[in-house]
């Protein structure tokens, strides 16, 4: 088995490691991370600071990153192509994925999510703990849906952008890229690039 190296050991790269050690596919887990007051984290090693990538190629097969900036998680996942690692997808043995869905290499999939029939997930994508992807849709890389999400069918997420937790999106509707969906917002039609909608139904805040 091989071994697998996670960028980022801050709350969401806690969660990542547990999905990690769950689906039981790496003999040896390690974490990079650049603060200095820490040597483990859940008992994983930290093996060195994110700059250490490029010498650690040799040692690590597989890279995974956990940094919960939806525009750094895309930049490091591109290092780690630049560096010829294997990416993985990372599932939560508890989360319901569709066999018809397509999901991005670097992506996570956290407990209690749904990932329904010919919906796309992009790159680098956080389907957080029990949010909902419903089928049709399409999430572009760097998305994030946050803990109790929920996106009805055919909904179409732009790139970085981030649907805060217990937000809710009906169907058929277009977001554009690098917005904020408010934490509880009630989308019920399309969202511009650039902007932050809150409220129920939500609207752009300025």
């Known amino acids: 088995m091989a071994k697998l190296l996670i960028l980022g050991a801050g709350g969401h790269g806690k969660v990542v490691s547990e999905i990690a050690r ?81 999901i991005g290499e670097g992506t996570v999939i956290m407990a209690g999510a749904v990932i329904n029939t010919d919906a796309t997930v992009g790159r680098s994508c956080i389907i957080n703990t029990a949010s909902t992807i419903d089928h049709d849709c ?20 732009g790139e970085r952008t981030w649907v ?5 999106i009906i169907n058929n509707i277009n977001i554009g890229c690098d917005s904020v969906i408010a934490a509880g917002a009630v989308v019920t039609k399309d969202v511009p690039s650039n902007v932050l909608v809150a409220g129920v139904p939500a609207f752009i805040k300025d």
């Open 22 to 102: 769950l689906m039981k596919q790496w003999e040896e887990i390690a974490f990079l991370d650049d603060r200095e007051d820490i040597s483990e984290v859940l008992g994983i090693p930290i093996a060195g600071k994110l700059a250490d990538l490029p010498a650690l190629r040799s040692e690590y097969e597989y890279a995974f990153v956990a940094i919960g900036s939806n525009t750094a998680r895309l930049k490091w996942t591109e290092k780690l192509n630049q560096h010829a690692f294997k990416i993985p997808i990372l599932m939560h043995p508890s989360s319901t994925v569709s066999g018809k869905s397509t």
């Open 164 to 168: 805060c937790i217990g937000a809710t």
């Open 138 to 157: 399409i999430l572009q890389d760097g998305v994030h849906t946050s803990p109790g999400a929920h996106l009805g069918g055919t909904v179409k997420v």
